[in-house]
């Protein structure tokens, strides 16, 4: 903590700023938490769910890994993601990439990264699946960008195919999937055209039917 004293003071001004504009924010805050929106996005420092959007504490529920990855092996993200459409009832799963991401740019490379490079085995066999795409790009910097849009749009899917989504739309709950981007370089998120409100929109091999 003697190291770390900065934090803890900018913490405390924080925390007497909320109260003085709204002295019942934490009394609220504590008794519950009532999202409407659960975030998965990149663990990058510069992508912070909330203030990119402009969202209070308690607004937004979030999951973050290297390159906003959706995996059906990771129960991390798939118990958070359950979580909040079971128990929390959100109305919005948001995968948010963005542009320039570190992880997706190391997947476009052959450098190993120790046990990085089996996380990022998912990106690698994304890029195969779209190389003809990639290749036409005339740089560097748009293949990356492009890639960081696919990698978005495959973990939507990835979250459509869940059983948890999958099961929350057989039963009639109101939940939508979406697939935005933001961009470092300006600060605006974008969105990538991708919202799904239910199984119909996906393959018939991934609707289950009933257990």
């Known amino acids: 903590m003697r190291v770390l004293k900065h934090l803890f003071e900018r913490n405390a001004e924080w925390a007497a700023g909320v109260k003085k504009r709204d002295p019942g924010f934490f009394d609220r805050l ?3 938490q009532k999202p409407a929106y659960m975030w ?3 663990s990058d420092s510069r992508v912070p769910a909330n203030e990119i959007v402009d969202l209070p504490p308690g607004e937004v529920f ?3 890994n290297v390159a906003n990855l959706v995996l059906h092996t990771d129960l991390n993200v798939l118990s958070a993601l359950q979580f909040a459409v079971e128990a929390l009832k959100i109305k919005h799963v948001i995968v948010c990439g963005h542009y320039g991401c570190g992880g997706v740019k190391a997947a476009m490379g052959t450098r190993s990264l120790g046990l990085m490079d089996n996380w990022l085995i998912e990106i690698k066999d994304l890029h195969q699946r779209h190389r003809a795409e990639l290749a036409a790009l005339s740089d560097a910097a748009s293949r ?8 978005v749009a495959q973990q939507v899917a990835r979250v459509c195919h869940t059983p948890i989504l999958q099961k929350a739309w057989r039963r009639g709950q109101e939940v939508s999937v979406h697939g935005w981007i ?3 370089r300006d600060g605006l998120l974008k969105d990538l055209g991708l919202c799904v409100s239910g199984d119909k929109f996906t393959s018939p091999i991934y609707r289950l039917g009933e257990e």
């Open 30 to 32: 504590a008794a519950q």
């Open 40 to 42: 998965i996005g990149c």
């Open 62 to 64: 979030v999951h973050r």
């Open 144 to 151: 990356l960008d492009r890639l960081c849009e696919l990698n």
């Open 182 to 184: 933001y961009d470092l």
